[in-house]
């Protein structure tokens, strides 16, 4: 007998709950990871020696300046210590601080170094001391477009951090996208989760679709966190868990049986590194789709 139209939204309101759930349970194992391996922090970090330092003659200067940045008030007030006593550099910084710490940075490599000195002369003077690099031809490229308001500058240079930081951000999502597929692989093979028997059992067992789409519905109500993420899934009435591999297939064909486990949870693991936000989303659509139901059938009169 085949599936309504109801029950294949509920199949795929069902895998996209455990994919959402998943997702939830990946992305905090890989957000605890970046905090304690300081990969935001040391991504900026990497950028800045990449734009701001230089190769050759320069390199000094360049080193002295990156080390300059940090250790500006600007910037070093947001940086933070480890309980082993480590300094945490920071992951963010707002464009006004890192502007006016690339300034002063300049600054202090010329002749008469003196914080919050405003004036164009001054800004020009101290780009002009900074190591060759792009970030030095980026502040240069904003000060002709300013010309002689040195307010202008402050503002076309901080749209020019924001848009690099911006880049920077994109960087860095693709490089935790393959984090999140590895974790999701890992989560996936602990926790049993194969895409392919979640799918054939929610298939065949109409209660068992019924009970995760409506756990489903009340994702809309209260996103999980990964404590409650957790609960979501022991409760869950699906093949989750290490125990029988069940396939109906006629005969001894556990290689078979093992080739549709290990292909059930890699397309779990490339479902988990989508990501919750796309699986929230995927979630809202299909119950909104449940929730509007089929279209009635049209009487015999009323096609009169």
Not at 164 to 178: E, I, P, T
Not at 242 to 249: A, N, R, V
Not at 257 to 281: H, I, Q, R, S
Request: with cysteine; aromatic share 10%.
């Amino acid at each position: 007998m085949g599936l309504s139209g109801n029950s294949v939204l509920d199949v795929a309101i069902g895998l996209s709950f455990v994919f959402f759930v998943l997702a939830i349970l990946a992305t905090a194992l890989s957000e605890a990871v970046s905090s304690l391996r300081g990969w935001r922090s040391k991504a900026l970090e990497k950028w800045l020696e990449q734009n701001l330092a230089t190769s050759g003659a320069g390199a000094a200067k360049a080193k002295k300046a990156v080390k300059g940045f940090y250790e500006h008030p600007a910037v070093n007030g947001l940086t933070r210590n480890r309980r082993d006593g480590t300094a945490h550099k920071p992951s963010y910084i707002p464009s006004e601080h890192a502007v006016t710490a690339l300034i002063d940075v300049g600054r202090a490599a010329g002749e008469g170094y003196e914080i919050g000195a405003e004036t164009i002369g001054d800004i020009t003077a101290a780009i002009e001391q900074l190591p060759d690099s792009p970030i030095k031809d980026s502040l240069k490229s904003a000060l002709m477009r300013a010309g002689d308001n040195a307010e202008q500058f402050r503002k076309l240079a901080e749209r020019w951090f924001d848009d690099a930081m911006d880049r920077l951000s994109g960087w860095y999502k693709r490089r935790v996208q393959l984090f999140l597929w590895l974790f999701g692989l890992a989560i996936a093979v602990a926790l049993n989760v194969d895409a392919l028997n979640v799918a054939q059992l929610l298939y065949k067992d109409e209660s068992v679709r019924q009970i995760v789409a409506s756990q489903a519905q009340s994702v809309s109500n209260a996103t999980p966190n990964a404590g409650t993420a957790a609960g979501y899934l022991n409760d869950l009435p699906l093949p989750i868990g290490w125990g029988p591999i069940h396939f109906d297939f006629p005969g001894d064909l556990w290689a078979w049986d093992f080739a549709l486990k290990c292909v059930g949870v890699l397309l779990t693991a490339a479902a988990v590194a989508l990501g919750a936000p796309f699986w929230f989303e995927t979630l809202s659509k299909l119950g909104s789709l449940r929730s509007t139901g089929p279209q009635p059938a049209t009487s015999q009169t009323e096609r009169s």
